[in-house]
């Protein structure tokens, strides 16, 4: 058995290409299953309208001075 992956011979290079391929199917799998597939929500977009209102004046300030 070799504890290293560069002394490692083809078919345990195989084993573990293999595993990778069926563990990123299954992640692929379960995450478009689990996807929230409601076609009213995140699909629309409605605008919104800001109107503006009286003008405002600032007269207060809180500059702080370093002398």
Do not use: C, W
């Not at 560069?6 to 996807?35: C, E, N, P, Q």
């Amino acid at each position: 058995m070799n504890h290293s992956i560069y002394s490692a011979d083809r078919m345990t290079h195989l084993k573990i290409v293999v595993v990778a391929l069926v563990a990123g199917t299954l992640v692929a799998g379960f995450s478009i299953s689990t996807r929230n597939n409601t076609a009213d929500e995140g699909y629309t977009q409605t605008a919104r309208v800001m109107k503006a209102g009286k003008p405002v004046m600032v007269t207060t300030s809180s500059n702080t001075l370093v002398r």
